[in-house]
């Protein structure tokens, strides 16, 4: 079975992903939530996350995809928003969080990352091995337990299961057929 890099690229960001968060919640949990490296790990993280959505977005066409995609956007930028906001308060600057106006943004768009779990269990359903998709359905529901509780042990176990569900979706889905691919059709004239 042949795929292309881009195909690789959105396949293997389902094991890279979960692992890069894996690290960020666990340098949260022992060097605390306004750690810079924890930040930074955090921001890349999420933007793997954002290819991860991607990939999940892919595997179907219609409501349910265009929902996860727009819930995954929304999603990403409230992610990012929330490492960048680690490495703001390790400066000692304002946690956004805790300010008004315009900063109440990164609440709602944080909350999207969740949903874009919880939609991307429902998307996986059929693909991957039943246990894997409830593990991204639990992930999805303890993610913001653990985030908005500052729970840092809760914040790891988490994401090892999504580091587990996601590593066996990886595998269920490489085994699986290749991606569909349209190409565009060149007539001659």
């Known amino acids: 079975m042949t795929s292309t890099p881009l195909q690789r690229l959105l396949t293997g960001s389902l094991l ?47 409501p349910l995809a265009v929902a996860l995609l727009l819930a995954g956007v929304l999603g990403a930028a409230g992610d990012v928003a929330y490492g960048f906001n680690t490495i703001h308060v390790s400066l000692g600057d304002t946690d956004l969080v805790d300010a008004s106006g315009a900063a109440v943004l990164i609440k709602p768009l944080g909350l999207c990352f969740p949903l874009t779990l919880l939609l991307g269990a429902v998307m996986l359903r059929h693909r991957v091995p039943a246990w894997a998709v409830a593990l991204v359905a639990a992930g999805g529901l303890l993610w913001p337990v653990a985030h908005i509780a500052n729970l840092g042990w809760l914040a790891v176990l988490t994401n090892l299961l999504l580091t587990a569900a996601f590593g066996a979706a990886a595998v269920s889905l490489r085994q699986a057929a290749p991606f569909e691919v349209t190409r565009p059709v060149i007539e001659n004239s």
């Open 16 to 62: 890279v992903a979960p692992v890069v968060y894996l690290i960020a919640d666990v340098l949260y949990a022992t060097r605390g939530w306004d750690d810079p490296t924890a930040g930074v790990v955090h921001v890349l993280a999420a933007a793997g996350y954002t290819v991860v959505m991607i990939r999940l977005a892919t595997l179907g066409d219609g």
